[in-house]
C-alpha cells in the first residue's frame, strides 16, 4: 500500500477546511446559517429546500453502498466526474510544478483541468488496440510525475483497458492513478472495482449522465481509500450536492433495475446499428465498443459529418488525433434516431 500522505500538497495537507454550519449540526432549531427560516417561495416534494443540504452526502453515500456493496467510506459525490477530475488535481499536484501522464486519445477534460490548473501534461499514445502501453506510460513517470488519467471504457475509442496492466501500473507506481468508469455500466464485469481494496492510490470514479439517463441532474461520484475521500470532503466547496440532485439520485438508486433495462436496449441498438453501418460502402471500420457509442471510420469523414449536420443529426468528428482523422462518434438513440441515422447514411451511400 501506498502512503498516500506523502503523494499530497503541503498546503492542502495544512488546509483548515471551512466549516459550514451544517458540517457541526443537522438537527435542531437552525438559526446559525442565515437561511430563510420561513420556508421556499417554489413548492417541491422535497421539504426543506429553504435549509442547505447535508455537506458529508450521508443518505447518497448509504444508499450507493448498499446498492453496490462496499463501505461508504469510500464514496465521494462530485458536480459530475469532472469536478472530482479537477479535485483531485488540485490535492496531488503543485502548480507549475507536477505533471500527469494521459494515454491518447481519451476524453479531453483530463487536459483541460490540468491547463487550468497549471499542470503539465504528458501524453503516451495507447496501443495499436488503444489499449494501455505499459512500458511506454512507465518510461514517461518522472519524479514530478503525481498522476495518471486512465479510462475504460475510453472515450472516444470505445474499448476496454486491459484489467492486469491496470494492476501492473497502479503496482509499479507511486502516485495516483485516475480510472474513469464513466462507461462501465455497459460491461460491468469488467470493472476495476472488484481491485480496489487491494490498490490505496487507485481512484475509481463514475457517473450518473450514462447508463442511469441523468445528464440533466450533473452527478457522478468515486470509490477510493478513505484517506483520498476524507482529502476530496477537505477541498470541495461546502454544499455542492443540492437536495434536489440528491433526491432524484436517490430514487434512481431504488428502482436500478430501469438501469439495467436501458443498458439492455442500448446494447441491443448497439447490434443493430453495427450490422446496418456495415452495409455502407464508405465505412471502413467499425471499432469494438463497450460503451453506449460506436467509433467509426469512413472514407471522408468530414464529409459525412456535414452532410448529417444538415440534417440536423449531430455526431462528433473526431479529428484531434491523427490515428482518429477519418472517424465518426456516434451515440447509440432510440431505435426511432438509429433509424433515421442509417436511412439518412444509405441515401448517402
Not at 501522464?101 to 495507447?126: F, R
Not at 468508469?181 to 460491461?187: C, H, K, M, V
Not at 461546502?238 to 439520485?249: E, F, V
Amino acid at each position: 500500500m501506498k502512503n498516500i500522505e506523502t503523494l499530497v500538497r503541503k498546503n492542502i495537507l495544512n488546509l483548515k477546511p471551512y466549516t459550514s454550519a451544517r458540517d457541526i449540526y443537522q438537527d435542531g432549531i437552525f438559526l446559525d446559517a442565515n437561511e430563510n427560516s420561513f420556508g421556499s417561495f417554489i413548492e417541491s416534494d422535497i421539504v426543506d429546500l429553504n435549509r442547505y443540504p447535508d455537506p458529508h452526502q450521508k443518505e447518497l453515500r448509504k444508499a450507493l453502498s448498499e446498492l453496490i456493496n462496499i463501505s461508504s467510506d469510500k464514496f465521494f459525490f462530485g458536480v459530475g466526474s469532472d469536478e472530482i477530475i479537477d479535485l483531485s488535481i488540485r490535492i496531488f499536484c503543485e502548480p507549475g510544478k507536477s505533471n500527469v501522464i494521459i494515454p491518447t486519445p481519451t476524453y479531453g477534460m483530463y487536459q483541460v483541468a490540468c491547463a487550468i490548473n497549471d499542470v503539465e501534461v504528458k501524453s503516451v499514445k495507447l496501443d495499436d488496440s488503444f489499449d494501455l502501453d505499459l512500458e511506454k506510460t512507465l518510461n514517461a513517470i518522472d519524479s514530478n510525475t503525481k498522476m495518471i488519467f486512465l479510462c475504460s471504457p475510453n472515450n472516444p475509442t470505445g474499448n476496454l483497458l486491459s484489467i492486469e496492466r491496470i494492476k501492473s501500473l497502479a503496482k509499479s507506481f507511486e502516485g495516483i492513478i485516475f480510472l474513469d468508469e464513466a462507461y462501465i455500466d455497459f460491461a460491468e464485469e469488467y470493472s476495476f472495482i472488484n481491485q480496489i481494496s487491494d490498490f490505496n492510490n487507485v481512484i475509481i470514479s463514475r457517473t450518473f449522465s450514462k447508463a442511469w439517463g441523468l445528464a440533466g441532474v450533473r452527478c457522478g461520484y468515486c470509490i477510493a481509500d478513505e484517506v483520498i475521500v476524507n482529502l476530496l470532503f477537505k477541498v470541495k466547496a461546502p454544499y455542492t450536492i443540492n437536495k434536489l440532485t440528491s433526491n432524484a439520485i436517490r430514487k434512481a438508486i431504488q428502482i436500478s433495475e430501469r438501469k439495467n433495462l436501458f443498458v439492455k436496449n442500448i446494447i441491443e441498438e448497439r447490434k443493430k446499428l453495427i450490422i446496418e453501418l456495415s452495409k455502407l460502402n464508405f465505412v471502413k471500420k467499425i471499432f469494438p465498443s463497450a460503451a453506449n457509442f460506436l467509433l467509426v471510420e469512413m472514407s471522408n469523414a468530414k464529409f459525412v459529418f456535414d452532410y448529417l449536420n444538415d440534417k440536423k443529426i449531430r455526431v462528433r468528428l473526431r479529428s484531434d488525433d491523427e490515428r482518429l482523422k477519418d472517424c465518426l462518434r456516434i451515440t447509440i438513440g432510440t431505435p426511432e434516431e438509429n433509424d433515421l441515422l442509417i436511412k439518412a447514411l444509405m441515401e448517402l451511400n
